[in-house]
């Protein structure tokens, strides 16, 4: 009896002892203002968080620049903070996601000055710079080929436009010094590694690369920059890999010193920020939640990625790939366009005027993306309240209550709504949300703010009505975006949100009631940093696949339906809206006039 007793305590220890240690992953996402970091387990689940606030320089309207050594200092400070939470060997992948800045090394690696008092600390032009306006229109002049795969016109927010700043406007001293240029992300992946390989993602989003064709050397040389072919295109990339693979030979002594990490743990190619944030939602399990989406592909959702700015991303199927069908000279013609545009239901690449992609795998392999978004919605919002003559009597009443500003204003407006229970509030005061120019579906840098009936009033109520607006017009940016989307074959029935202003009510409310479809967020509100640690644990081989780390890593929480009672109503604002946008557009033919 004693021997068959020790003979099962020996065979439990021996069960524990080869127990299977969970494993965990860092992501790492730099925003706009700060870098986050986070220690994500395999079950999606944020164990632990730090974020740092980063240095922004705008030595003039429309420049906005930052430094590659802040960013990597503050993501060092952020790691080590989030992997003292677990044993250092239970970590195994790291995914990098960041804003799509420009970065630019001279040929020692070392940082070179953007700008023209010659600051080598500032190197990176930030994603919101549009300093080269001039740039990106000659470019879109070109009628290019390569212009179909960005919804047919470039944005001032790419790299190219930013490239022929550079070479155009500092000259020598930057331009024959520059060894490479990277988007932000891939500036990390090398940082982590020491390999130059680009990402598939930024590439293909913000470069003009193919999936299929790689970069085509007639476009470089069109538009004066002929020089970047040089070496097999060196400067930019000639070595790319799909979001998720490993990169070089994984984490280096000297980066696993200044993260805090165990060295040799596999490093992803990286993700555009909005791309991550795509990853950490869109292919979560709705099994049993009786969404619309439930029953149907991936294809039916679009993520929103709602933070600084806004991203909307949408997926068709990859299996009808199609090449550039263009003229011998990489042109189309503007029917050409529309023929392709139209023709295409839902069988494979969609082609979307004024929407960027469609991408090839450049968020989901095998996927066709399209990627619609609105240049201000945080930074916008931010901007209207803190203008206004109330916003100190707000500051004041939002500290003495203990509540966050847009809480407060939230309740302020559920307030102001009891005692006025016929009236929408709104139903005089409309916003054209365009402070900062469209990028979808107009895909036009000129557009400005409008705001339609003001009043002498300076008070906290006026400032909550003129927030509720401005909430309200972003939603119905997002439905403008939706609705191009959709008449050009995409079949949207679910929103998944995500970022800094899913954490608002009132945000998620008025997107679900304007654009009358069901908003599902993500259990882990920080899905961006989901998406980047999906990226790690897809490096370390845990999961076969990026499909299936978004169905075990992203998790469903809270479902947000529209209110039918309110859809008359929206309806109504949105046919203003889309006024707002035709009477700026005659406003500018007259002063434009003879």
């Known amino acids: 009896m004693e021997k068959q007793e020790t003979s099962g305590k020996l065979k439990m220890q021996k069960e524990k002892n080869t127990e299977v240690v969970a494993s965990y992953y860092v992501g790492i996402d730099v925003g706009t203002s700060s870098v986050r970091a986070a220690l994500v387990d395999q079950s999606g689940v944020v164990v632990d968080r730090a974020e740092e606030a980063l240095d922004i320089w705008e030595p003039q309207p429309d420049h906005y620049e930052q430094s590659s050594n802040n960013i990597w200092t503050a993501?060092?400070?952020?790691?080590?903070?989030?992997?003292?939470?677990?044993?250092?060997?239970?970590?195994?992948?790291?995914?990098?996601?960041?804003?799509?800045?420009?970065?630019?090394?001279?040929?020692?690696?070392?940082?070179?000055?953007?700008?023209?008092?010659?600051?080598?600390?500032?190197?990176?032009?930030?994603?919101?710079?549009?300093?080269?306006?001039?740039?990106?229109?000659?470019?879109?002049?070109?009628?290019?080929?390569?212009?179909?795969?960005?919804?047919?016109?470039?944005?001032?927010?790419?790299?190219?436009p930013k490239l022929l700043w550079l070479k155009e406007n500092l000259g020598p001293e930057c331009w024959n010094k520059a060894g490479h240029f990277f988007d932000l992300p891939d500036y990390l992946s090398w940082k982590a590694t020491g390999?130059?390989?680009?990402?598939?993602?930024?590439?293909?989003?913000?470069?003009?690369?193919?999936?299929?064709?790689?970069?085509?050397d007639s476009f470089w040389k069109e538009i004066g920059l002929e020089d970047i072919i040089e070496d097999n295109y060196a400067k930019i990339g000639n070595r790319v890999v799909s979001p998720g693979d490993p990169v070089g030979n994984n984490l280096t002594s000297q980066a696993a010193s200044d993260l805090g990490l165990p060295e040799g743990i596999a490093v992803a190619a990286s993700l555009i920020d909005a791309h991550a944030g795509g990853l950490g939602v869109i292919g979560a399990d709705v099994t049993g939640s009786n969404l619309p989406c439930e029953n149907q592909p991936i294809t039916s959702r679009l993520a929103l990625i709602c933070g600084t700015s806004s991203c909307h991303m949408a997926t068709s199927p990859g299996w009808k790939k199609m090449s550039c069908r263009s003229g011998p000279?990489?042109?189309?013609?503007?029917?050409?366009?529309?023929?392709?545009?139209?023709?295409?239901?839902?069988?494979?690449?969609?082609?979307?005027?004024?929407?960027?992609?469609?991408?090839?795998?450049?968020?989901?392999?095998?996927?066709?993306?399209?990627?619609?978004?609105?240049?201000?919605?945080?930074?916008?919002?931010?901007?209207?309240?803190?203008?206004?003559?109330?916003?100190?009597?707000?500051?004041?009443?939002?500290?003495?209550?203990?509540?966050?500003?847009?809480?407060?204003?939230?309740?302020?407006?559920?307030?102001l709504q009891a005692s006025r229970p016929r009236d929408f509030l709104t139903g005089d005061l409309h916003v054209w949300p365009d402070f900062h120019g469209n990028r979808s579906p107009l895909a036009d840098l000129t557009l400005k703010g409008m705001v339609v009936g003001l009043t002498l009033s300076k008070g906290l109520d006026d400032l909550a009505l003129l927030y509720l607006a401005t909430v309200q017009s972003i939603a119905l940016g997002t439905r403008h975006i939706l609705d191009t989307m959709k008449s050009s074959g995409h079949n949207i029935s679910s929103l998944f949100l995500c970022g800094g202003l899913s954490k608002n009510p009132l945000f998620v409310q008025m997107h679900?009631?304007?654009?009358?479809?069901?908003?599902?967020?993500?259990?882990?509100?920080?899905?961006?940093?989901?998406?980047?640690?999906?990226?790690?644990?897809?490096?370390?081989?845990?999961?076969?696949?990026?499909?299936?780390?978004?169905?075990?890593?992203?998790?469903?929480?809270?479902?947000?339906?529209?209110?039918?009672?309110?859809?008359?109503?929206?309806?109504?604002?949105?046919?203003?809206?889309?006024?707002?946008?035709?009477?700026?557009?005659?406003?500018?033919?007259?002063?434009?006039?003879?």
């Open 75 to 160: 993501c060092c400070a952020v790691t080590r903070k989030v992997a003292q939470s677990v044993g250092s060997g239970r970590i195994r992948g790291l995914g990098f996601d960041a804003t799509c800045s420009l970065v630019v090394l001279d040929k020692q690696l070392q940082p070179l000055a953007v700008n023209a008092e010659g600051d080598h600390n500032r190197n990176v032009i930030m994603w919101m710079d549009h300093r080269a306006g001039s740039q990106v229109e000659r470019i879109n002049r070109t009628n290019h080929g390569v212009l179909r795969y960005v919804g047919g016109v470039m944005s001032v927010e790419m790299q190219p």
């Open 512 to 594: 679900a009631d304007i654009t009358g479809l069901p908003v599902i967020l993500s259990k882990e509100v920080e899905s961006v940093l989901v998406g980047a640690a999906i990226l790690g644990a897809c490096a370390s081989r845990d999961f076969t696949s990026i499909m299936e780390a978004m169905q075990k890593m992203a998790k469903v929480g809270k479902i947000v339906l529209p209110n039918s009672e309110h859809k008359r109503f929206h309806e109504k604002k949105y046919q203003v809206f889309l006024k707002l946008y035709k009477h700026q557009r005659e406003y500018q033919a007259i002063m434009n006039g003879c």
């Open 195 to 216: 390999d130059l390989t680009r990402s598939l993602c930024t590439l293909v989003c913000k470069w003009t690369y193919s999936s299929d064709q790689g970069w085509d």
């Open 329 to 415: 000279d990489g042109k189309y013609g503007k029917n050409e366009r529309f023929h392709q545009r139209t023709s295409m239901i839902s069988d494979g690449p969609i082609f979307v005027p004024g929407v960027w992609g469609p991408y090839y795998s450049a968020m989901v392999p095998g996927l066709w993306l399209n990627e619609g978004g609105q240049s201000a919605t945080g930074k916008l919002i931010d901007h209207v309240v803190q203008g206004h003559d109330g916003y100190g009597e707000l500051q004041k009443k939002a500290k003495s209550s203990g509540q966050h500003l847009y809480t407060y204003l939230n309740d302020r407006l559920d307030q």
